[in-house]
């Protein structure tokens, strides 16, 4: 079985900043992709970031120069660093571990967090 366990939410004033971590656990031998989602009260889900197993990088815009992304493979564990954070930033932080495969399987599924809240004040 595998898990994703997030922490490093919680609540901080605008311009401050916070960091998320994200384990997977279990007998994983390969992850493609690994990042962030987040969902605010009313929206969809959307897409924060993502970093694949070579280091490749998307952002959404929206956090552009405010988040950085990083990941260590060896511990299958993928954060987040959040600066410069503002209220819109508010909303239930899920991580996501794509094309993850198994020991001694040959197939690969996504897989998700339970989500941590992250609520920034004005």
């Known amino acids: 079985q595998v898990q994703l366990v997030e922490s490093g939410g919680g609540l901080v004033q605008a311009g401050g900043s916070l960091r998320l971590s994200c384990t997977a656990s279990g007998s994983i031998s390969w992850i493609n992709a690994m990042g962030w989602y987040r969902q605010a009260p009313g929206k969809q889900r959307e897409l924060v970031t993502t970093?694949?197993?070579?280091?490749?990088?998307n952002y959404a815009d929206s956090v552009k120069g405010r988040f950085t992304i990083s990941r260590d493979n060896a511990k299958n564990t993928v954060y987040l660093q959040m600066n410069s954070l503002k209220p819109e930033d508010t909303a239930v932080y899920f991580c996501?571990?794509?094309?993850?495969?198994?020991?001694?399987?040959?197939?690969?599924?996504?897989?998700w967090g339970q989500g941590t809240q992250v609520t920034v004040s004005s």
């Open positions: 996501y571990a794509g094309g993850l495969r198994l020991s001694g399987s040959y197939y690969s599924r996504d897989y």
């Open positions: 970093i694949t197993n070579g280091g490749v990088i």
